[in-house]
């Protein structure tokens, strides 16, 4: 150390003692002097204080540590090490920063703080896990972790031993160690060991713990739990041993106690109906639960808390008869306590009432005897070598025996539960190693002090030896491994204590040997122990006392009062009632008084054998053991279990005696401190060389002490030498280590005062030159400003001067004028009104003679109007007596007409006129119809010519036109052209007068039209106003809801998410229960898996499901004339063996013999009728009948003759049929008989045709002359008396008809030709319209160009051509298409029956080999194949497994890397495509089956393989997108081609399959993000909170024990660093083997999002749980690392991927560590600035928030609390960690590909040579 250092200086901060605070801070005014008296010191108040110093009686105040090192981590970090730095470090983390852990050394100090925070989900165990010790903040899981590492690493079981004060949270913190272990070493089976270890603590904390005054939830055993691990390390099984159970809490409880949980329990859930058998009431009726005179607890629900206990002993294991059993004898208890004792009048003797409902339920309950109970409750027997006395006991006498037996079977019962728990929680299987919990008491004083504080200190002086010897054998190890010479450590040995009490004659022998004495006392004891150890250092007796002593502990004076030590140390239990509980009806209750090595009696021995004389029993081994002893031997057996394993220590501090949330009372948290031996670890480690620093971190804090050549030196292990030799001059005050410095307690303030010196100074010099250089520029700007005021001001007075000036000039004008324009108005005033006075005048007068004019003029109107009207009305008087004289002659004559017309009309020469003149009519319509038929023609040819006219124009046009193209420069032709041109124009005037005519016809109609559009116009004007109305509502109601739609969009937004994520971790559980199945049934076939298919719900056969296969379908095809057709467009060849043609062909049979039935049914029917009418005589109206009869013959006489014809030719044709397939080596035979068939069916058809039209010329003609036959033969023969009608009317009547049916037959062909007219009239008009468009466009068009130049109408026309030609050249491209495609649907058709007819002759020749089959067909597929591949590969199923084998099982993605992407699923696709061709349901099933199977065990084989996974997702994804776009399904074929079209699935549905690919490539993306998270997850924090991306900005700090090597795994060389560059380089590998496979961009982005939100969760967890990250230069950092991510994702076109928005958390953390935080305007600018961050995640960061240098300031306490206020009204959610686990939704978006199969190209390397193209 330099010589002109000296710690006691003036400014110098010192720890003075407090009676208040224990220590108070002060500070040094005057510089301190060696042998002065006085230290002169000022209070943190101002105060001023003369602090005394002395040698020995007050030495110096201990030195305070600089303010950056305050807030620690780690203690031993301090740079100064004692009592009052530690204390004042621990109130700075749990007040300032809520932190509740701290390390000291090995030691992890944790402070209750009375309410939950949220710091133990899952996600911070997963944060803690696999990290080292020192990494993270300190936590309870940090310790746990450190266990199970060291516990893989070394080989060695741990123990975790947890000790502190009642209250202190003692189970609290081992329950949170338990749950680490059960999250990370999860049971590997179905076991759920785990969580069995959890269960118990419900069940012991019922059983075991009670409210005390100290703590709501007080354990008050102590226990032992081993969790034993596998060779994997996953849990196998677990043990519990416990340890001083506190017996008398169920008979006495304190003021304000309560007894144990279970009790108040089972009183709360008295009312459930499997409890009414228990006769419990409330808790204040029974004694053992009143005692404490409060029965509740604070925010607990005892009702609820049992439905916990009995789950929990659900789980493990205790069936519900056992618990009822449990539950029984816990009552009784409570029952046993309120057993009344009546003592008798001589005060020796008592009783029990027999009707005491208490001692009944008690008997009741456990199933012993009444009677008996209620003698020996009263009563106890002396037995002594020769008899037996019955002796009976006073009232307190029975009252403690009754106590003792509550005791007594409530520690059985407890003793029974914990052996069933440990019986649930052993497994079958080995255990490798075990790491152990221990959960004890800490060091207790009271008041009054028995014997349990006694059993406590004790078990705590053991643990305290132990925890000083293993705390300087890890200083031995330390100094060892580092090589540097160190001397004995003198430490604190409390052997001599523990030798006071468990030594030979110690308190222990001495308590038990006064035990065996019959009557021994505790007054007797206390002399004895007055006598043995009066002259021990660590025993004094009391001054005033007799019945106490002191024992002088480790961590304080304890006074014991000897009062119940031998009765609480025997533990007495009369016999007489264990053996009536023996006796027991319930076997739970006898077996727990049944010692273990009692022999069970013989059931089969039915002699009871009774000894003549009663023997005296011996006293039973079990109570022969006094507790003292027990406990001893336990405390041996834990001590041994934890010398034999590396321990950790937890010590729980209480900070307060009121339960108060993060209130700290220094008084008592330095007691506990002293008692939990912290402080003796702060001693030795003081002793040493506390302070350690790694070379590279000494370099890098300290080199600005350094020159600059020793900077840029590169040995820098050597710089840090010569640099500690000149700044400490004694070299006893550091050492060098191996890999680090060590340094004595001090010197790490002293240099980092140096440090601060260093850069005070240099900040001196930079404000010196920066303030210079201020002043500089602040008087030259000063200079330049007050030159630019001069200027201005003196132009701004002469601009002035120069104004006046003008604005007198001005004046004068102005006046000038103003003069003038007033004389002006007056003169016009006077004229004006002059004027107006005339004006008036003259009008008055001129209105006089008007309105005489008027006058006159209306008098002779009226005048004129009345003679008229009376002229009027004496015409119309005239007029209408005139027409009533006219009707009545009219009327007579025309009824003497219509007589005469009525005498003419019966006469027969009427009908003859009428007849002929209907004949004449008749010719007249048809001439009428020949002459139109004629001019409608002329028209049409008319309109032809005119077209060819026009169309030759054209083309002369054109010719024109490209002449004029070839020579631009010739004028002549352009004259030409134009007066062309003015022909062209003549003409289309003429067609638009023609034009015009045809509007004038239909002007009518459209004025009609105009009418009612307008109508419909005033309608749509009124709609729209209403509209408008209507709108103007919505919008304000979209206004008003604008905000509830947004949020209601964003909740359903997150609901999806939410669905989506449910389902991915559906499926993730569905894969995790499958890969169990699998793993258990790995000898099952790959055919296990038959999700099954269905087929398309049709009949149609393989060959007719799509058009794009033109085959004959049975539901197509519904007559004859069909069937010939379709041959005749197929083509014999084509249509070879279609079985449709004969179905066709037997239907229509069938038809016709169905059909000839009816007839002759219907026939038959009718000549009956007919015959039983013989007799009667037919009426007129009988004509009709008599024709259907006659058509019905006709018909059935026309389908018989079609029905033999038609069963000729099938004969013929299966008989052709037949000779082909008994020849069918024959082609020409093949062609014959085809066209036999071809012809019978065209003669069928043409035979057909001749009979219908037949049928319909004859058919009146056939009918009228069978009516006229029928009808004479019956007038003839029925009707003799009748007389004949003459021949002439006959002949009339005849021709009436006749000439009926002719005018039927007339109009009938005048509406058809009519209907024709009218449909070539519409064609006309159509082609009118065309033409008249075409002549409008060209009329444009020649406008068009007559308007422009010469050169510019060539390039039109130019123009113009090539568009047409380009048109022209579309509908030939499109014909041509149009033939190929049907040139190769009949190509398909051939091949599709060549097949079969392949099929057929391989059917036939049985006696070829099935070797041999596909040898020759491949051959014939390959020859045609070859010529056009459709797509489709062929295989044959013994070839599947191979396929299989190559495609899936043995194929590597580097293989296929120089083909097209995704081939594998290409290659499926397509085999699945020929096995839907084919029709083959079972090849598809097995095939798809076969290879979903085949990638799930690839996947499971490579499960930590990315480019492995990445590759079958990209495939299995490919799958899933073929078989939705070849599905047939239009949603997903409209961005398909038509070819794509073509290559459709034909048979099968496979939605069913594309199900399972769905839910597969869920899975396989989920291995993917699992595979990658886990690669780069070791990356992050190095990365982004580690490395230095920019050079020289961290600092560093010192840091404490927990970063030593023996805290890490130095076997491996450390852990791995890595920079930002490596991280971003291995996501670009990521993001290039995805590409490169052909994994869609959606599901690449997704991946990246993913893998961000991994970066963003781990980074921010680190941030929040590391207080040595939490700094300005880790925030500039961090901004500058997040900024290299998102270009990464600009440069990879990924930006878009919302990749960049899961880093917002990470990034405003980094702005919040580097904003200002003092002010409020700053408070206001981190609320708004930190959005995407949550409350607790804010004020955590603050409270982190650690300077690196003296110049920084840390956040205040009021600052972060005027945070929290102003983000309350935030609704954050509670959870301070991010989901590190969480996956956000996938979507698979279907994206069709755009190859076409028939040109995929399979490379030879693969060696699917088996395959064939089809």
């Not at 913190?173 to 272990?181: C, G, I, L, T």
Request: aromatic share 8%; glycine share 4%; with cysteine.
């Amino acid at each position: 150390m330099t010589s002109d250092y000296y710690p006691y200086s003036q400014f110098t901060r010192v720890w003075i003692p407090d009676p208040d605070d224990v220590w108070a801070a002060a500070e040094i005014t005057r510089d301190y002097k060696e042998g002065e008296s006085l230290l002169h010191l000022k209070l943190e108040d101002e105060t001023p204080l003369d602090y005394p110093v002395g040698q020995k009686s007050n030495p110096l105040p201990f030195l305070r540590n600089p303010d950056i090192l305050v807030g620690e981590n780690d203690l031993t970090a301090l740079s100064y090490l004692h009592e009052p730095a530690v204390l004042h470090n621990l109130r700075v983390r749990f007040l300032e920063s809520n932190h509740i852990y701290t390390y000291c050394g090995i030691v992890l100090v944790a402070i209750n703080p009375y309410e939950q925070l949220q710091i133990y989900g899952e996600e911070v165990i997963n944060a803690y896990s696999g990290q080292n010790m020192g990494d993270m903040d300190p936590h309870i899981f940090a310790v746990a972790e450190e266990a199970y590492k060291q516990m893989g690493r070394d080989e060695r079981n741990q123990s975790i031993i947890v000790s502190g004060e009642s209250g202190a949270g003692k189970t609290v913190s081992a329950k949170y160690a338990m749950r680490f272990f059960a999250t990370v070493g999860g049971s590997a089976n179905d076991t759920n060991v785990e969580e069995k270890v959890l269960a118990s603590s419900p069940i012991m904390e019922a059983i075991g713990n009670a409210k005390t005054t100290r703590n709501d939830n007080s354990s008050r055993f102590g226990k032992y739990i081993q969790i034993g691990f596998s060779r994997n390390f996953h849990i196998i099984g677990a043990n519990m041993r416990t340890y001083l159970l506190e017996k008398s809490r169920v008979v006495f409880q304190a003021e304000d106690e309560r007894n144990y949980h279970i009790f108040y329990q089972l009183c709360a859930s008295a009312t459930l109906p499997e409890f009414k058998d228990l006769g419990l009431t409330s808790a204040e009726a029974f004694t053992y639960t009143s005692l404490g005179e409060n029965i509740f607890i604070e925010g607990v629900n005892d009702a609820e808390d049992l439905k916990k206990t009995r789950e929990a002993f659900t789980l493990l294991g205790v069936k519900e008869n056992s618990q009822s059993n449990i539950f029984k004898i816990m009552a009784s208890i409570l029952h046993l306590g309120n057993v009344e004792i009546c003592s008798e009048r001589d005060g020796e003797s008592c009783h029990i009432s027999k009707d005491d409902p208490h001692l009944q339920h008690f008997c009741r309950l456990l199933g012993v005897e009444l009677q008996q109970m209620e003698q020996w409750l009263c009563r106890r027997k002396l037995a002594t070598s020769s008899e037996t006395y019955v002796k009976t006991m006073s009232s307190k006498q029975a009252t403690n025996a009754r106590d003792a037996l509550a005791k007594h079977i409530y520690a059985r019962m407890f003793d029974w539960i914990v052996e069933h728990i440990n019986m649930s929680l052993q497994t079958s299987a080995k255990q490798h190693s075990f790491i152990g919990v221990l959960d004890i008491y800490g060091f207790e004083t009271f008041e009054i002090n028995s014997f349990e504080q006694f059993c406590i200190n004790y078990a705590n002086e053991k643990l305290q030896q132990q925890f000083n010897s293993h705390v300087f054998k890890l200083e031995q190890e330390e100094y060892m491994k580092e090589q540097i010479p160190w001397t004995l450590i003198d430490f604190y040995d409390n052997q001599p204590c523990i030798d006071l009490i468990e030594a030979r004659l110690g308190v222990l022998d001495l308590l038990d040997e006064e035990c065996k004495v019959p009557k021994g006392t505790d007054l007797n004891w206390a002399q004895k122990l007055y006598t043995q150890h009066g002259s021990r250092d660590q025993f004094q007796k009391p001054r005033m006392s007799n019945s106490s002593f002191i024992i002088i502990h480790f961590a304080d004076k304890v006074e014991y009062q000897c009062e119940g030590f031998l009765e609480k140390n025997r533990d007495t239990v009369y016999e007489e009632q264990i053996n009536i509980l023996k006796a027991s009806q319930f076997q739970l209750v006898a077996d727990l008084f049944h010692e273990k090595g009692d022999a069970p009696s013989s059931k089969s021995s039915r002699v009871n054998v009774r000894p003549a004389k009663p023997t005296p029993r011996g006293p039973n081994k079990e109570h022969r053991k006094t507790v003292g002893h027990q406990f001893r031997s336990s405390l041996h057996l834990l001590m041994e279990t934890l010398n034999a394993t590396t321990p950790h220590y937890v010590r729980c501090i209480k900070p307060n005696d009121v339960k108060e949330a993060f209130s700290f009372d220094s008084r008592r948290a330095v007691q506990q401190l002293r008692a939990c031996g912290v402080l003796e670890t702060i001693r030795i480690s003081a002793a040493g060389y506390p302070s350690r620093w790694t070379y590279p971190d000494f370099f890098s804090r300290y080199r600005v002490l350094m020159r600059k050549s020793d900077v840029t030196s590169s040995d820098k292990k050597q710089v840090c030498k010569n640099l500690l030799e000149i700044l400490i001059k004694d070299p006893d005050m550091f050492q060098f280590g191996k890999t680090k410095i060590f340094f004595r307690a001090g010197q790490v303030a002293y240099l980092e005062k140096l440090r601060a010196d260093k850069f005070r100074a240099a900040c001196i010099k930079i404000q010196k030159t920066v303030r210079g250089w201020l002043q500089r520029v602040r008087y030259q700007k000063i200079q330049r400003l007050a030159v630019t005021l001069q200027r201005y001001g003196r132009g701004y007075l002469a601009r002035r001067h120069a104004e006046f000036l003008r604005r007198t000039r001005a004046a004068l004008v102005c006046q000038k004028q103003f003069r003038m324009v007033r004389d002006r108005r007056a003169f016009l005033r006077v004229r004006q009104a002059v004027v107006t006075i005339q004006a008036h005048a003259r009008g008055m007068f001129t209105r006089r003679i008007y309105w005489e004019f008027l006058l006159h003029h209306k008098a002779m109107i009226i005048q004129r109007c009345v003679r008229g009207w009376l002229q009027r009305k004496k015409f119309r008087r005239a007029r209408n007596a005139a027409i009533i004289i006219q009707c009545g002659f009219r009327r007579t004559h025309a009824k003497k007409e219509l007589k005469q017309l009525k005498i003419e009309a019966r006469s027969a020469q009427h009908l003859k006129n009428l007849n002929s003149g209907m004949e004449n009519k008749i010719v007249q319509l048809q001439r009428k119809i020949d002459d139109q038929s004629k001019e409608l023609r002329t028209q049409n040819e008319q309109l032809k010519v005119v077209n060819v006219g026009l169309g030759s124009e054209v083309n002369k046009l054109q010719k024109q036109l490209e002449q004029v193209r070839g020579q631009r420069g010739d004028s002549g032709q352009l004259t030409s052209l134009q007066e062309e041109l003015e022909r062209l124009r003549a003409e289309l005037q003429e067609a638009h007068a023609h034009r015009k005519r045809l509007e004038e016809e239909h002007g009518s109609e459209k004025l009609d039209l105009q009418q009612r559009v307008k109508e419909l116009e005033t309608e749509n004007s009124l709609l729209k106003s209403e509209k408008e109305e209507l709108n103007q509502r919505i919008r304000q109601k979209e206004k008003i809801s604008a905000e509830d739609g947004s949020s209601r969009e964003v909740s359903l937004q997150k609901e999806l998410d939410l669905e989506r994520q449910r389902y991915q971790n559906q499926l993730k559980e569905f894969s995790r229960l499958e890969q169990r199945c699998e793993n258990l049934k790995e000898e099952l076939s790959l055919s296990k898996f038959h999700p099954g298919h269905r087929r398309n719900p049709s009949n149609q056969s393989s060959l007719e499901s799509d058009s794009n296969y033109p085959s004959v379908s049975t539901s197509e095809v519904g007559d004859t004339e069909d069937a010939v057709q379709l041959v005749e467009e197929l083509g014999v060849e084509k249509a070879a063996m279609d079985i449709s043609l004969f179905m066709k062909l037997q239907k229509r049979v069938r038809e016709l013999e169905q059909e000839r039935k009816r007839l002759q049914s219907s026939v038959d029917k009718m000549e009956e009728v007919t015959k039983r009418r013989g007799s009667e005589a037919k009426s007129p109206t009988s004509e009709r009948e008599t024709a259907d009869l006659a058509y019905d013959n006709l018909k059935r006489q026309e389908l018989e003759s079609e029905n033999k014809k038609l069963k000729n030719d099938l004969n013929v044709l299966r008989k052709s049929i037949s000779e082909r397939a008994a020849q069918n080596n024959s082609s020409n035979e093949l062609q014959d008989g085809y066209n036999v068939l071809l012809s019978q069916l065209r003669a069928a058809n043409e035979e057909l045709d001749a009979r219908k039209e037949e049928v319909i010329i004859l058919k009146t003609q056939i009918v009228s002359n069978a009516q006229r036959q029928e009808m004479n033969q019956q007038q003839s023969n029925n009707v003799p008396g009748v007389p004949e009608i003459p021949e002439d009317k006959d002949e009339a009547v005849r021709a009436y008809q006749g000439l009926t049916e002719a005018k039927r037959l007339l109009e009938a062909q005048l509406q058809s030709q009519t209907r024709q007219h009218s449909d070539e009239l519409e064609a006309l008009h159509t082609q009118i319209e065309l033409l008249k468009l075409d002549i409008e466009k060209k009329q444009e068009i020649l406008n068009y160009t007559s308007s422009l130049s010469p050169e510019a109408q060539v390039e039109f026309s130019v123009q113009q051509e090539i568009t047409r030609l380009t048109n022209d050249n579309l509908d030939l491209k499109e014909l041509v298409e149009k033939l190929e495609k049907n040139e190769r649907k009949l190509k398909k058709q051939l091949r599709i029956y060549m097949k079969k007819v392949q099929e057929l002759e391989a059917s036939q020749a049985a006696a070829l080999s099935r070797r041999s089959r596909p040898e020759l067909s491949r051959q014939v597929t390959v020859q045609r194949k070859e010529k056009d591949f459709e797509g489709m590969l062929e295989f044959y199923k013994e070839d599947e497994a191979l396929l299989v084998k190559t495609l899936i099982t043995d194929m590597k993605p580097g293989s296929v890397s120089a083909t097209v992407p995704c081939l594998p699923a290409y290659i499926l696709f397509m085999c699945i495509r020929h096995a839907d061709y084919v029709n083959d349901d079972q090849k598809v099933e097995s095939l798809l089956t076969s290879a979903i199977n085949a990638i799930k065990k690839v996947l499971k084989k490579n499960s930590e393989d990315f480019e492995t996974t990445s590759f079958w997702l990209a495939n299995t994804s490919r799958l899933l997108h073929c078989l939705k776009q070849y599905s047939g399904d239009e949603a997903f074929m409209t961005q398909n081609t038509s070819k794509q079209n073509e290559h459709c699935l034909k048979n099968f549905d496979l939605a069913e399959y594309r199900q399972v690919l769905s839910d597969l490539s869920i899975q396989i993306y989920q291995q993917l993000i699992k595979v990658s998270e886990g690669t780069i997850q070791p990356m992050i924090v190095s990365a982004m909170l580690e490395s230095e991306s920019i050079p020289s900005l961290a600092g560093v700090k010192p840091m404490g024990y927990r970063n030593r090597s023996s805290s890490m795994d130095t076997e491996g060389g450390g852990p791995s660093s890595y920079t930002l560059e490596a991280l971003i380089r291995q996501l670009g590998q990521f993001h290039s083997i995805m590409r490169d496979h052909g994994l869609d961009p959606e599901i690449v982005g997704q991946v990246v999002r993913q893998l961000f939100h991994c970066i963003n969760a781990v980074t921010l967890n680190n941030l929040l749980l590391r207080k040595d990250v939490c700094s300005w230069s880790t925030g500039m950092q961090l901004r500058y690392n997040t900024s290299q991510m998102e270009e990464w994702l600009r440069a990879n076109n990924l930006y878009q991927s919302k990749a960049a928005a899961t880093l917002e958390s990470i990034i405003q953390a980094a702005q919040l560590l580097q904003v200002k935080k003092k002010t409020s305007q700053d408070a206001e600018a981190i609320c708004s600035l930190c959005s995407a961050l949550t409350t607790q995640q804010i004020v955590k960061v603050l409270n982190l928030y650690t300077p690196l240098n003296e110049f920084e300031e840390r956040v205040t306490v009021s600052f972060i609390r005027t945070i929290q206020n102003r983000l309350q009204e935030r609704n954050d959610p509670l959870q301070l960690l991010v989901d590190t686990k969480h996956t956000f939704p996938v979507l698979f978006p279907y994206t069709p590909s755009a190859l076409s199969l028939e040109t995929l190209h399979i490379p030879a390397s693969l060696g699917l040579d088996f395959l064939i193209r089809v």
